[in-house]
């Protein structure tokens, strides 16, 4: 069974940068992808940026050229990069993560998640 837990959350101003790390466990093989998801209150998980086994990123609209995900397979731990954060970005960040080739884009094709760490951006 997978085991996820983030860490780096809490609070910024506007402009401000986050760190947020994901250890993982569980795995039998380093081929395997990682993705940071996140809700906020009153909607529904939604993909941040994925990184798949190849390689291959992919991120939501909304925060191309702000957030960067990236992994140290030795380590079994995943990194998100937040930089030029929004009030918008205030949410709860998940990770998730499977042993596929590509991660699935969509937060109900996941099983397993960690508890969420919380980041809140303030104006």
């Known amino acids: 069974q997978v085991q996820l837990m983030e860490s780096g959350g809490g609070s910024v101003q506007a402009g401000g940068s986050l760190r947020l790390s994901c250890a993982a466990s569980?795995?039998?093989?380093?081929?395997?992808?990682m993705g940071w998801f996140r809700q906020a209150p009153g909607k529904e998980r939604e993909a941040v940026a994925l990184?798949?086994?190849?390689?291959?990123?992919t991120y939501a609209d909304s925060v191309k050229g702000r957030f960067t995900i990236s992994k140290d397979n030795a380590k079994y731990t995943s990194y998100l990069q937040m930089n030029s954060l929004k009030p918008e970005d205030t949410a709860m960040y998940f990770c998730?993560?499977?042993?596929?080739?590509?991660?699935?884009?969509?937060?109900?094709?996941?099983?397993?998640w960690g508890q969420g760490t919380q980041v809140t951006v303030s104006s």
């Open positions: 998730a993560a499977q042993g596929k080739l590509y991660c699935p884009f969509e937060a109900g094709n996941y099983n397993d």
């Open positions: 569980g795995f039998t093989s380093r081929k395997f992808c």
């Open positions: 990184l798949h086994s190849t390689g291959e990123t």
